[in-house]
Every structure is written in structure tokens, then in C-alpha cells.
């Protein structure tokens, strides 16, 4: 099991689309409909298709840091957002999730980013434990429903 991070192509986009959610996680994430249609006017985002071998698998989508410094969400500066990510009802369970937040987490490095921030909506059977249990915290600001989560990206002194 090697989960990849693609773009996504005229070939891969209705793969994708396909791809659910559990009926008790739809309140947790957008569509991936709605990503694509909303990626258009995100600027400074990219979206990729999660991938192992053939199969989709989710998907993850991204703001750069200039993207974020232009249009938020405002919370630190020089920071990437994770905007989305989706895996799939029935790919869940597998370590997809946590593979696809270490490839966001090198993405935002790459970029220079100083932290990745995330935005959960916290509710019982949310998603804010997962990320917590990566180092991400609350920082207390609730912006369009979701709690934004930081994770500080900085190298670690030796």
C-alpha cells in the first residue's frame, strides 16, 4: 500500500468524484463535487487525487502560503492550509489518512510554510483526535463553523 498524491486530469476527475463518505461523516467534509467546483476560485490552491496503484482512494486539497496571505484564513503568518481531505468510506481504516497528512505536511514544507493549518468541525464523531494525535492544536478561532487546528512546521533543534 503506497498512497501517491496526484493531479487530478480529465481521465481521473469523474474516478474521483465518485468517491463517498460514510453517512455519519458527511457533515465533516465537502464533496469532492464541491472541492473541484470551489478550487477554481481558491486562489493559491491545488487539489490532487489520492491514489494506491489504480484505485482512488480520496482526495486533498491544499492553499500555498501566498494564497492563504491573501484570502485566509488569517490565523499565522506564513502558513499553508490543508483544505480538504477525503479517503473514501470504503478505503478507510487502512493508514490512508495518515499517509495523505504526511505528504500534505511535506507539501507545506516544501513550500516554506511554517505551520499547516486545518479547519474541523468539532463534534463527537469528528475528525479533531486524528489530527491532534499528528501535534496539530487548537488555536481556539472558529472561522465558517470549523475550529482551525495549527501545526508548527519549524525543524526541530538538536
Do not use: C, K
Not at 477525503?86 to 505551520?115: E, F, K, P, S
Amino acid at each position: 500500500m503506497t498512497l501517491e498524491a496526484r493531479p487530478v486530469t480529465r481521465d481521473t476527475l469523474w474516478p474521483l468524484i465518485g468517491l463517498t463518505l460514510r453517512d455519519d461523516q458527511r457533515d465533516l467534509v465537502a464533496t469532492n463535487m464541491q472541492t473541484f467546483a470551489e478550487a477554481a476560485y481558491e486562489p493559491g490552491s491545488v487539489v490532487w487525487g489520492l491514489w494506491d496503484g489504480d484505485e482512488p482512494v480520496g482526495l486533498m486539497a491544499m492553499v500555498d502560503p501566498d494564497g492563504v496571505a491573501r484570502n485566509g484564513p488569517f490565523l499565522l503568518p506564513g502558513a499553508a492550509y490543508l483544505w480538504r481531505l477525503m479517503v473514501a468510506a470504503d478505503r478507510q481504516g487502512r493508514g490512508y489518512g495518515g499517509q495523505a497528512l504526511r505528504l500534505a505536511i511535506a507539501t507545506a514544507r516544501g513550500w516554506g510554510a511554517g505551520h499547516l493549518v486545518v479547519g474541523v468541525n468539532d463534534v463527537a464523531h469528528g475528525n479533531r483526535g486524528f489530527y491532534e494525535s499528528f501535534g496539530f492544536v487548537s488555536s481556539g478561532v472558529v472561522e465558517d463553523g470549523d475550529l482551525l487546528l495549527s501545526l508548527d512546521l519549524a525543524p526541530v533543534q538538536s
